[in-house]
Nanobody, 122 residues
Framework: QGRLVESGGGLVQSGGSLRLSCVGS????????LNWYRQAPGKERELVAT????????????SYADSAKGRFTISRDDARSTVYLQMNSLRPEDTAVYYC???????????WGQGTQVTVSS
């Protein structure tokens, strides 16, 4: 079935940092692309960052929304079945519920976490 559990959200002042974590269980984490999305009140869910799975001779690659470039870093630890989102230089407009998402590169199977609230005060 698979499960994702996010943590690390909270309230931070503008310019501060947070690190989000998402732990997966019940599926083969290492073959999944991992995504962080966010959804602010009244707005659509948007993709923030992606890290692909590693395959022989091809390391994982990352990509970011323009709003996250230079401030956010996505990383993965397959041994711990965990994906991270390091967020620096946070802005009030980063306030949102952040969701972890996985997509298997083998089957296309996907799963969402329950979300973690990030609030950035000005």
């Amino acid at each position: 079935q698979g499960r994702l559990v996010e943590s690390g959200g909270g309230l931070v002042q503008s310019g501060g940092s947070l690190r989000l974590s998402c732990v997966g269980s019940g599926f083969t984490f290492s073959v999944c692309a991992l995504n962080w999305y966010r959804q602010a009140p009244g707005k659509e869910r948007e993709l923030v960052a992606t890290i692909t799975s590693s395959i022989p001779s091809a390391p994982a690659t990352t990509s970011y929304a323009d709003s996250a470039k230079g401030r956010f870093t996505i990383s993965r630890d397959d041994a711990r079945s965990t994906v991270y989102l390091q967020m620096n230089s946070l802005r009030p407009e980063d306030t949102a519920v952040y969701y972890c998402n996985v997509v298997s590169r083998i089957t296309g199977w996907t799963r969402w976490g329950q979300g973690t609230q990030v609030t950035v005060s000005s």
